[in-house]
T-cell receptor, first 113, second 112 residues
Framework: KAGVTQTPRYLIKTRGQQVTLSCSPISGHRSVSWYQQTPGQGLQFLFEYFSETQRNKGNFPGRFSGRQFSNSRSEMNVSTLELGDSALYLCASSFRDNPYEQYFGPGTRLTVT | AQSVTQLDSQVPVFEEAPVELRCNYSSSVSVYLFWYVQYPNQGLQLLLK??????LVKGINGFEAEFNKSQTSFHLRKPSVHISDTAEYFCAVSEYGNQFYFGTGTSLTVIP
C-alpha cells in the first residue's frame, strides 16, 4: 500500500506570494492533518480535515487555510508569504477508527526569500 | 492546550550504550502518549504509543517507554543503541486522538 505522498517536495517562493501544497493520504484514510515544522518551534499543528470538513484548527493566522476533497486528498494554502513561513510542512493521515496512528508524509520544504 | 517538554535537545551516546530520552507533558486529564522518530529528509514514523493498560510500552527497533502519571512523564529508553538509531525523536500527546501536540525534539547521535 502506498504511503502518504506530498507534492512538491521542495518549493522556493518570494515574500508576498501565495503557495499551495498537496497531500494524498494512504488509501482508505479519511483524516488528514497538517503540521508546520521549524527548528525553533518543533512541530505545530495547523489543522485537521475529516470527510471534507475541518475538524480541528491550531493557532495559526488566517493566511493559512486548507481543504479536503471527496477522495480525501488535501491541500493547504498560505497567502501573503512571510519569511517566517519557511518550514517543513508535514501531512499525516489516519483511519477514522484509529486516530492514534498517524502516518506521515515526507513533507514539503518551503523556503521564502 | 497541552504542552510537551523534551528536556534534552541533543543527546550523544556511544554505540551499544543505553540511552534515555526524556519527555514531560502538562495535563491533568487522561492523555495518549506517543514517540516518533524522524530520519533525515523523511517524515515521522511512529515508534510506540501508550493508550491504556500497562505503563511499560514496547515499540519498534528495541525501544520502550514508561508512562508515569504522577510525574507526567513518558521517557523513551533503549538498552543498547546502534548507529542506525541516529535521528530526531519527538514525543507527542493527544487528549482525544484528533489533535496532537509535539515536543521540540531530541537529536540522538550515536557515536561509533
Amino acid at each position: 500500500k502506498a504511503g502518504v505522498t506530498q507534492t512538491p517536495r521542495y518549493l522556493i517562493k518570494t515574500r508576498g506570494q501565495q503557495v499551495t501544497l498537496s497531500c494524498s493520504p494512504i488509501s482508505g484514510h479519511r483524516s488528514v492533518s497538517w503540521y508546520q515544522q521549524t527548528p525553533g518551534q518543533g512541530l505545530q499543528f495547523l489543522f485537521e480535515y475529516f470527510s471534507e470538513t475541518q475538524r480541528n484548527k491550531g493557532n495559526f493566522p488566517g493566511r493559512f487555510s486548507g481543504r479536503q476533497f471527496s477522495n480525501s486528498r488535501s491541500e493547504m494554502n498560505v497567502s501573503t508569504l512571510e519569511l517566517g513561513d519557511s518550514a517543513l510542512y508535514l501531512c499525516a493521515s489516519s483511519f477514522r477508527d484509529n486516530p492514534y496512528e498517524q502516518y506521515f508524509g515526507p513533507g514539503t520544504r518551503l523556503t521564502v526569500t | 492546550a497541552q504542552s510537551v517538554t523534551q528536556l534534552d535537545s541533543q543527546v550523544p551516546v556511544f554505540e551499544e550504550a543505553p540511552v534515555e530520552l526524556r519527555c514531560n507533558y502538562s495535563s491533568s486529564v487522561s492523555v495518549y502518549l506517543f514517540w516518533y522518530v524522524q530520519y533525515p529528509n523523511q517524515g515521522l514514523q511512529l515508534l510506540l504509543k501508550y493508550l491504556s493498560g500497562s505503563t511499560l510500552v514496547k515499540g519498534i527497533n528495541g525501544f520502550e517507554a514508561e508512562f508515569n502519571k504522577s510525574q507526567t512523564s513518558f521517557h523513551l529508553r533503549k538498552p543498547s543503541v546502534h548507529i542506525s538509531d541516529t535521528a530526531e525523536y519527538f514525543c507527542a500527546v493527544s487528549e482525544y486522538g484528533n489533535q496532537f501536540y509535539f515536543g521540540t525534539g531530541t537529536s540522538l547521535t550515536v557515536i561509533p
